[in-house]
């Protein structure tokens, strides 16, 4: 089973007999296709569905959750999820048989949205069967609140398996992306021959060029130093914590958590909703930073760069990080005026509208043209782009000239075009040609 839709063939593989093929479209149509398919192969098994064993067993989890007459009246069908914990563990326990790990998260993620079982997760017994991925951790956060004692250690654990192999695929390339860039900005006038910047070099002595040699003779090297015996950049992020921003809170958080154990920068991480809460003091453990924070509610988001600002007191020598979808619930006009002065004292500002793998995200369209007019640029961004944008601010770089040409000549998303003469865009990838909307009611199949 895989996210190829049937009749359709990965490329080098043997394309599928025609038996194989109306499995394929059996196992995701349910059985009420079984007739107008003549009865799919696979054997005389199945109680009659037209499906060996082994399917049928595949067929009755799917029924389960994308056929299940949850909310109507009840019917001929038997198969469902009821809202009981046993019932669910078994479930759980079936798709991991089944399906990879990659599906198994796309259907917890079906089941928690179609069928409302978040209370569920609630029960320490249940959450220990699921497949932890960051939409779950996103959920689990949701509930942090209601949730019971008795689960909070459970739940910790879940969060602590996602968010160290988040850190394993991330933070490497983070350490070494930002410490790239922090070298490079340090200078030196006497540089080793492999860190010459030849390009500065140059620049320097442009008046020591002899005509007759057609060259520059320099008089002093600039170079790139290689230790960084001080701060030399401050980065503050502000997180919003609104429902919809679940999955760029998990991923903010463990970009905070990682940027904080490099020396050279001193990392500064706030959340906030209608109040600003400072978790800079939790940011050597990022578990602790997820669990301090609370999704969902309002959105003030003038009153959470105000707190910022005060955080502020190098501005040439500061990034700021805004994630959020930009809907605000405060002031516009004092919110734009704060993103304003703070990039006019100096500071690198950047709004990502998303930092996650969830495709294009909503926010609000005329917020993020007004930023882009301010000249702050405002686009979403994949956490695997998310480290080359660190790199790019501590450089100095044209943020926005970075956001495009990764949008177009990597063939990345495509933009997203907002009133006025400005776009905002998202740097990620987009999937496979012909696979856009392929999510259908079974597209596990």
Not at 18 to 35: I, K, P, V, Y
Not at 98 to 110: A, E, G, I, K, N
Not at 215 to 224: A, C
């Amino acid at each position: 089973m895989d996210d190829t839709p049937p009749g359709d063939t990965p490329p080098g593989d043997t394309p599928p007999d025609d038996s194989e093929r109306l499995r394929r479209w059996r196992l995701l149509l349910g059985a009420a296709a079984t007739a107008g398919l003549g009865g799919a192969s696979g054997g005389s098994g199945g109680g009659g569905s037209g499906l060996g064993d082994g399917d049928a067993a595949i067929d009755a989890a799917l029924t389960a959750l994308y056929d299940s007459d949850t909310g109507r009246a009840a019917g001929p069908r038997g198969a469902s999820l009821a809202p009981s914990a046993p019932a669910v563990a078994r479930w759980l326990g079936d798709i991991r048989t089944y399906f990879p790990s990659t599906v198994v998260q796309v259907m917890q993620r079906d089941a928690i949205d179609r069928l409302n079982l978040r209370q569920l997760l609630l029960e320490p017994e249940m959450l220990a069967t699921v497949e932890p991925d960051v939409h779950l951790v996103g959920t689990l956060l949701s509930l942090n609140k209601i949730m019971p004692e008795t689960t909070k250690a459970t739940a910790r654990q879940v969060v602590g398996r996602v968010v160290g192999d988040l850190e394993q695929r991330l933070a490497r390339r983070t350490r070494a992306a930002v410490s790239g860039a922090l070298n490079r900005a340090a200078r030196t006038r006497r540089p080793m021959p492999r860190d010459i910047d030849w390009n500065r070099t140059i620049a320097a002595n442009l008046s020591r060029y002899v005509p007759s040699h057609r060259t520059v003779i320099p008089e002093r090297l600039v170079g790139y130093g290689r230790r960084q015996q001080v701060i030399a950049r401050d980065v503050v992020i502000a997180i919003d914590q609104s429902g919809s921003m679940a999955s760029s809170v998990v991923y903010a958080s463990v970009f905070g958590a990682v940027l904080a154990s490099l020396r050279s920068l001193r990392t500064s991480l706030v959340v906030f909703d209608t109040a600003v809460v400072d978790l800079t003091p939790l940011l050597s453990d990022p578990v602790d930073v997820l669990f301090g924070t609370q999704l969902g509610g309002g959105t003030d988001i003038s009153q959470a760069v105000g707190y910022c600002q005060g955080l502020i007191t190098r501005p040439r020598d500061t990034i700021f990080v805004l994630v959020s979808d930009l809907y605000e619930g405060g002031s516009s006009g004092e919110m734009l005026a704060r993103m304003s002065a703070l990039r006019e004292a100096g500071v690198t500002v950047v709004a990502l509208l998303a930092l996650s793998d969830d495709g294009a995200p909503s926010y609000d369209a005329d917020h993020a043209a007004a930023l882009a007019g301010l000249g702050i640029p405002a686009f979403a961004c994949t956490p695997d782009a998310f480290p080359d944008l660190l790199a790019l601010a501590i450089d100095g770089g044209d943020i926005a000239a970075w956001a495009h040409r990764n949008d177009l000549a990597a063939r990345l998303g495509s933009p997203v075009p907002v009133d006025g003469p400005v776009s905002v865009y998202r740097a990620g990838p987009r999937l496979p040609a012909g696979k856009e909307g392929w999510r259908g009611r079974r597209s596990v199949c």
